[in-house]
């Protein structure tokens, strides 16, 4: 069981460019979610989704795109890379809790380190 | 979203309990209480979560008060190994799972 994959672990850009960051899951989880870390500071939640089709904005969406066409797959796309979203990125799945007693454990992936030059 | 207060550090021995206090005063009625721990340059791990009552797991306890306004994450004997960023997180029918800043947890030998 693979559970949440981040690809790729490492990347640098120069400012300007584009990328995409792959999250998937083999849990049949709905809920979905993209996490940024700076140094020294916890998680702030970009975006996330409750299910294919559906993705909603966190408290950092600005300069980031989702899209959920699958259950299984959640890309962060950076249209214009600046330096300021120099970051750890971290990927999340869970089941969608939409009802008491539900296990909503969250499980995360390994994290993409970006540096944006 | 419910906010939380956690102290931003605690340092306990090694092989001591440790009691990790939370408050989340504006709690719903139907959130649950996860709490998570990021060990260094790794992503956070799930610990525990309780909806009214105490729970146990092989990681953890997690003590409840009665008006659900606090709970506390205790880790009857810690290890190096427990060293890291421990993050209270009420969650339910919102969905999202928002991380406040969490306690620094540092383990002497």
């Known amino acids: 069981n693979a559970g949440v994959t981040q690809t790729p672990k490492f990347q640098v850009l120069k400012t300007g460019q584009s990328m995409t960051l792959q999250c998937a899951q083999d849990?049949?989880?709905?809920?979905m979610s993209w996490y940024r870390q700076d140094p020294g500071m916890g998680l702030r939640l970009i975006h996330y989704?409750?299910?294919?089709?559906?993705?909603d904005q966190g408290e950092v969406p600005n300069g980031y795109n989702v899209s959920r066409s699958t259950t299984e797959d959640f890309p962060l796309r950076l249209l214009s890379a600046a330096p300021s979203q120099t970051s750890v990125y971290f990927c999340?799945?869970?089941?969608?809790?939409?009802?008491?007693?539900?296990?909503?454990?969250?499980?995360f992936g390994q994290g993409t380190r970006l540096t944006v030059v | 979203d419910a906010k939380t207060t956690q102290p931003n550090s605690m340092e306990s021995n090694e092989e001591e309990p440790v009691h990790l206090p939370c408050n989340h005063s504006?709690?719903?009625?139907?959130?649950?209480i996860h709490w998570y721990r990021q060990l260094p340059s790794q992503g956070p791990e799930y610990v525990i979560h309780?909806?009214?009552s105490n729970v146990n797991n092989r990681m953890a306890s997690l003590a409840i008060a009665e008006d659900r306004k606090s709970s506390t994450l205790i880790l009857h004997r810690a290890t190096l190994r427990d060293a890291a960023v421990y993050y209270c997180?009420?969650?339910?029918?919102?969905?999202?799972?928002?991380f406040g800043k969490g306690t620094k947890l540092t383990v002497n030998p």
């Open positions: 999340a799945s869970s089941y969608f809790p939409r009802k008491t007693g539900m296990n909503t454990e969250a499980f």
């Open positions: 849990m049949n989880h709905e809920y």
């Open positions: 989704s409750v299910g294919a089709g559906i993705t």
């Open positions: 504006t709690i719903s009625g139907t959130d649950y």
């Open positions: 309780g909806l009214t």
């Open positions: 997180i009420p969650r339910g029918g919102s969905e999202k799972l928002v």
